[in-house]
């Protein structure tokens, strides 16, 4: 059974950083390219950074969060990181974990950024 857990959201002041993290387990992670996805409300679901499995990680960000956002992955702990830094009101959203080209999704964590 593939599970992917996500925490560390929050409420955060704009211009202030949160780091995400999301535990799979049930799938062979160090072979699976990650991805995180957020969705503000009455918005749809949309891609915001992916890395690869391979050696080199390849990584995919938005144009909305380059430079700002950093993903990363730690293949012994089977987890991915997103490391959110200079905040914007406009990233508030649910912030959901998937298994690249699967049906496999977390259960999202809340980020709301607001003063």
């Known amino acids: 059974q593939v599970q992917l857990v996500e925490s560390g959201g929050g409420l955060v002041q704009p211009g202030g950083s949160l780091r995400l993290s999301c535990a799979a387990s049930g799938i062979t992670f160090s072979l699976r390219t990650m991805a995180w996805y957020r969705q503000a409300p009455g918005k749809q679901r949309e891609l915001v950074a992916r890395?690869?499995?391979?050696?080199?990680?390849?990584?995919y960000y938005a144009e909305s969060v380059k430079g700002r956002f950093t993903i990363s992955r730690d293949n012994a702990k089977s987890t991915v990181f997103l490391q959110m830094n200079s905040l914007k009101p406009e990233d508030t959203a649910v912030y959901y974990c998937k298994v690249w080209t699967s049906a496999y999704w977390g259960q999202g964590t809340q980020v709301t950024v607001s003063s």
């Open positions: 890395i690869t499995s391979g050696g080199d990680g390849a990584i």
